[in-house]
């Protein structure tokens, strides 16, 4: 029967048969050869070899038939060069962040140019976690925290992070937020901040990360530069120097603790010698405790944000509040040190 091969069909015939090409003419693409039908099935097979050889280099080939069985793309070794390259770019740690989804914060630098207050005695307003934007903060309470603050004569406002909601690509996120994208969290967090002349110290968290690292939209930044009494000290921590002492925001990617203690613990513990600061301010964990450790003063500093259905499905409770501490210090010591606890209710 006669049958249209292709000059490359028609090498493969004549390399089984043992005859020579050029019989059949040169320059020519398609040819109508005689041939039978076990030569058609060593053709078929000689084509999906041919596919299958061009699949895995990633390129279709037009001779690939419904009846012809091409094999699933193998897994190259391309992906696992990708993985060597991060390997060898990447801590463990980081490593460990990435594929969690974290974004990954530029390093930490001591930062003495920020010092505010007199040595001596100081009443502070503190929160964290405002996560404003959410259909589960209700800004009102933020702005209703921000009078008593000042009621209560405070000198300032320090925050640890997660100002806005955010932006993410989890599935289900965008159901959560009351405002949804950069700009509408952004008016919203100018609106509610905007009630307060009370300076307000703070950083931002993994919730603003996203929109940093995806498109370098940094929240803190607009924030900073929009609204004369925010402060933006950096992403994810900062040290500031309070009167005579340092005072560390910490946002954190880690999660939470089996003990709610353990966190702080940890973190103090991990400080190198003669980098502790005197008083710890975190946020990212949404609960709520002080602890006294290695003679650091530590908060965790609770949230504004009620319970999400992502972290009910993950069992982790939300400890909704704020806190108003006092402390005095003299000569990079702390003196005495209470904290005032205003928990919410919904
Ligand atoms: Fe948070």
């Given at each position: 029967m006669k049958s249209r091969l292709t000059r490359e069909d028609l090498e493969f015939l004549c390399s089984v048969r043992g005859t020579?090409?050029?019989?059949?003419?040169?320059?020519?693409?398609?040819?109508?050869?005689?041939?039978?039908?076990?030569?058609?099935?060593?053709?078929?097979?000689?084509?999906?070899?041919?596919?299958r050889r061009e699949l895995e280099e990633g390129e279709q080939t037009p001779y690939t038939k419904t009846s012809v069985k091409v094999q699933p793309k193998p897994q190259t070794n391309k992906k696992n060069a990708l993985l060597e390259k991060l390997a060898e770019q990447y801590t463990e740690?980081?490593?460990?962040?990435?594929?969690?989804?974290?974004?990954?914060?530029?390093?930490?630098?001591?930062?003495?140019?920020?010092?505010?207050?007199?040595?001596?005695?100081?009443?502070?307003?503190?929160?964290?976690?405002?996560?404003?934007g959410s259909?589960?903060?209700?800004?009102?309470?933020?702005?209703?925290?921000?009078?008593?603050?000042?009621?209560?004569?405070?000198?300032?406002?320090?925050?640890?992070?997660?100002?806005?909601?955010?932006?993410?690509?989890r599935p289900g996120h965008a159901f959560e937020c009351s405002h949804y994208g950069f700009d509408a969290q952004y008016k919203e967090a100018v609106r509610v901040f905007g009630h307060t002349d009370l300076n307000i110290?703070?950083?931002?968290?993994?919730?603003?990360?996203?929109?940093?690292?995806?498109?370098?939209?940094?929240?803190?930044?607009?924030?900073?530069?929009?609204?004369?009494?925010m402060h933006y000290l950096g992403h994810d921590m900062a040290v500031m120097k309070i009167g005579s002492v340092d005072v560390m925001l910490w946002h954190g990617l880690d999660g939470n603790?089996?003990?709610l203690s353990y966190r702080l613990q940890k973190i103090i513990e991990s400080f190198q010698g003669g980098t502790k600061p005197n008083i710890l301010i975190?946020?990212?964990?949404?609960?709520?405790?002080?602890?006294?450790?290695?003679?650091?003063?530590?908060?965790?500093?609770?949230?504004m944000q009620?319970?999400?259905?992502?972290m009910r499905g993950k069992?982790?409770?939300?400890?909704?509040?704020?806190?108003?501490?006092?402390?005095?210090?003299?000569?990079?010591?702390?003196?005495?040190?209470?904290?005032?606890?205003?928990?919410?209710?919904?």
């Amino acid at each position: 029967m006669k049958s249209r091969l292709t000059r490359e069909d028609l090498e493969f015939l004549c390399s089984v048969r043992g005859t020579d090409i050029n019989r059949y003419g040169t320059g020519i693409e398609v040819h109508r050869v005689d041939i039978s039908p076990e030569e058609k099935e060593m053709i078929l097979d000689f084509r999906a070899d041919k596919s299958r050889r061009e699949l895995e280099e990633g390129e279709q080939t037009p001779y690939t038939k419904t009846s012809v069985k091409v094999q699933p793309k193998p897994q190259t070794n391309k992906k696992n060069a990708l993985l060597e390259k991060l390997a060898e770019q990447y801590t463990e740690e980081e490593l460990k962040a990435l594929a969690k989804g974290y974004g990954l914060s530029a390093p930490v630098e001591y930062d003495d140019r920020i010092k505010v207050g007199k040595v001596g005695r100081h009443k502070i307003g503190v929160f964290t976690d405002t996560h404003i934007g959410s259909k589960y903060t209700n800004s009102q309470y933020i702005i209703d925290a921000l009078k008593k603050f000042e009621d209560e004569g405070c000198e300032f406002i320090l925050h640890a992070g997660d100002v806005v909601e955010g932006v993410s690509s989890r599935p289900g996120h965008a159901f959560e937020c009351s405002h949804y994208g950069f700009d509408a969290q952004y008016k919203e967090a100018v609106r509610v901040f905007g009630h307060t002349d009370l300076n307000i110290y703070f950083v931002e968290g993994n919730h603003s990360a996203w929109a940093k690292n995806a498109v370098g939209a940094d929240m803190g930044l607009h924030l900073d530069q929009t609204l004369g009494n925010m402060h933006y000290l950096g992403h994810d921590m900062a040290v500031m120097k309070i009167g005579s002492v340092d005072v560390m925001l910490w946002h954190g990617l880690d999660g939470n603790s089996y003990a709610l203690s353990y966190r702080l613990q940890k973190i103090i513990e991990s400080f190198q010698g003669g980098t502790k600061p005197n008083i710890l301010i975190c946020g990212h964990t949404h609960k709520a405790i002080y602890i006294f450790e290695r003679n650091v003063h530590a908060l965790s500093a609770g949230c504004m944000q009620f319970q999400t259905p992502f972290m009910r499905g993950k069992k982790i409770a939300s400890h909704t509040g704020y806190w108003i501490i006092e402390f005095e210090e003299r000569n990079g010591e702390v003196l005495s040190f209470t904290q005032t606890f205003y928990p919410l209710y919904k």
